[in-house]
C-alpha cells in the first residue's frame, strides 16, 4: 500500500471508529490521557481464558489517535494477554502504516500504553 492509501485508511478509522463505545461487560477498564494535546482514551477488556474475548474504546483526541485506537482494538481481539504484552511500540507504529513524527508518537500509541495498563 502506498503511502496515501494508509491515510485514507486513517481518516476512515477517524470518521467510523471500530469498536468505539463501552463494552456492557468488561473485566479491565483503562483511562489514559496525554496530556500535551488532550487526547484521552478509555479502554474496556473483556478476558477469557487469558484471551481479549472482548474490546473497545471510548474518549476524544486528534483524528491519529483515534485511528489507533480503532485499529489496535480490532487487531487486540482474540489475542492472548502474553501476545499482546509483546505487542512493541514499533508494532504499532507499523500497524498504523504512516511516518509518524516525534511529536505525534504520544497520540499514535496513546491506546497502545491504555492497553498495556489493562494488561497489567
Same mark, same amino acid.
Do not use: W
Given at each position: ?18 469498536? $468505539?463505545? /463501552?463494552?456492557?461487560? $468488561? *473485566?479491565?477498564?483503562?483511562?489514559? #490521557?496525554?496530556?500535551?494535546?488532550? *487526547? ?16 473497545? $474504546? ?15 482494538? *480490532?487487531?487486540? /481481539?482474540? /489475542?492472548?494477554? /502474553? ?7 514499533? *508494532?504499532? #507504529? ?17 491506546? #497502545? $500504553? ?7
Amino acid at each position: 500500500m502506498d503511502n496515501n492509501l494508509y491515510r485514507e485508511e486513517i481518516l476512515e478509522h477517524y470518521k467510523s471508529p471500530l469498536n $468505539f463505545g /463501552k463494552l456492557k461487560t $468488561f *473485566d479491565k477498564k483503562s483511562t489514559q #490521557l496525554n496530556p500535551f494535546c488532550g *487526547d484521552e482514551i478509555s479502554l474496556f477488556v473483556r478476558y477469557e481464558n487469558n484471551n481479549v474475548s472482548g474490546i473497545s $474504546f471510548s474518549g476524544k483526541g486528534c483524528a491519529l489517535c483515534i485511528a489507533a485506537s480503532s485499529m489496535l482494538t *480490532d487487531f487486540a /481481539k482474540g /489475542k492472548s494477554k /502474553k501476545e499482546l504484552t509483546k505487542y512493541s511500540d514499533q *508494532d504499532m #507504529l507499523d500497524l498504523l502504516g504512516i511516518e509518524v513524527s516525534e511529536t505525534r508518537k504520544k497520540c499514535a500509541l496513546l491506546a #497502545l $500504553f491504555t492497553l498495556r495498563d489493562c494488561l497489567a
